[in-house]
């Protein structure tokens, strides 16, 4: 724990008060430096934190659509408005984004792009897991599902149990989520959530998993867990399989050609847009989904490295910095 200059908001920034701030995979990443951690942050030393919410305290000069007392969670990931992908309305894939870090502190700068107004009503911790949850919906969103279909997904983490909350709200009746043995305590947790797991450790998992079906297997297989395990054995013909987690390992061709034979389309699902954070916002407001029960462990800025050991272990499902704690 280091003590740092409160920073001032440039003009087009707001200053926010911290109330919490979710641990992510990729901070992991950055920490043991892996995984691309090179591309995810521009210089050393640096804060992390991106998955915060909390109130703004300061508005920069030529700032208008945000006042002091505003609740706000914060997306990593803004966009400039300026290149072809944003001139064409995907947001998700600027070529130049605005970026966000630095709250695992009290107070962060954000720039107005990345901030989106919550209801003064809704809970703090829920605030900060829009960020994952808009993550999950977005992948709903990329994909075909429609109320009364049938989904797969792979990987119990936050993004993966988001996927599976924004399914069933969606009205998808089939939802079965797998993990590994590790996995065990999130899938327990998912269980409690009302979903059907399978354990991808047992020998016969796939068939767990097809005897929960429809008989010609699921409309979607969304893979929060870049293992892209089994996709073929898992969806009809025709079927999407949707890759959410950062791809672990390379596809074999005779895998790419099993794909090819059985009409899968794949799907990359990245971050989220400003509609998805809308659409997250009146979901969560609404109590059609309710983020809370992901969170397991809270830690104080003093005990933060807590956090990281709980990530390398697998252990628990979504950590918080409470600055004020």
Not at 241 to 259: I, M, N, Q, T, Y
Not at 301 to 321: H, P, Q, W, Y
């Amino acid at each position: 724990m280091i003590d740092a200059p409160v920073p001032a908001p440039a003009e087009s920034t707001l200053l926010v008060r911290i109330g919490a701030c979710g641990v992510c995979g990729s901070d992991l990443h950055i920490v043991d430096w892996e995984l691309g951690a090179e591309r995810m942050v521009a210089r050393l030393p640096v804060i992390l934190g991106h998955e915060p919410a909390g109130e703004v305290v300061e508005v920069g000069a030529r700032v208008s659509n945000f006042k002091v007392g505003d609740r706000v969670a914060l997306d990593p990931f803004g966009h400039c408005g300026r290149c072809g992908p944003c001139r064409a309305g995907r947001f998700h894939l600027c070529s130049a984004p605005t970026t966000l870090s630095g709250a695992f502190a009290e107070f962060t700068v954000a720039p107005v792009e990345n901030a989106h107004l919550v209801p003064s009503t809704m809970d703090i911790e829920q605030a900060a897991l829009l960020e994952p949850f808009g993550t999950g919906l977005h992948a709903i969103e990329q994909s075909c599902l429609k109320a009364g279909d049938s989904a797969v997904v792979e990987g119990p983490g936050p993004i993966g149990l988001s996927i599976a909350l924004a399914a069933r709200a969606l009205g998808v009746t089939s939802i079965v989520m797998t993990g590994l043995a590790v996995d065990a305590d999130r899938l327990a947790l998912a269980r409690t959530m009302g979903f059907t797991t399978v354990s991808a450790g047992d020998r016969d998992w796939i068939e767990q998993v097809r005897a929960m079906l429809p008989g010609d297997g699921a409309d979607v297989v969304f893979d929060a867990a870049g293992a892209i395990d089994s996709p073929r054995e898992l969806l009809r013909r025709g079927g999407q399989l949707v890759e959410v987690g950062w791809p672990a390992r390379d596809l074999k061709s005779a895998e790419l050609r099993a794909l090819f034979f059985h009409g899968v389309t794949l799907i990359n699902s990245r971050i989220r847009t400003p509609e998805t954070w809308r659409r997250a916002i009146a979901i969560v407001s609404s109590g059609a989904v309710d983020l809370r029960p992901m969170v397991t462990h809270r830690y104080s800025i003093s005990r933060g490295l807590e956090a990281f050991d709980l990530l390398r272990g697998r252990r628990g499902v979504k950590a918080l910095i409470i600055p004020s704690d």
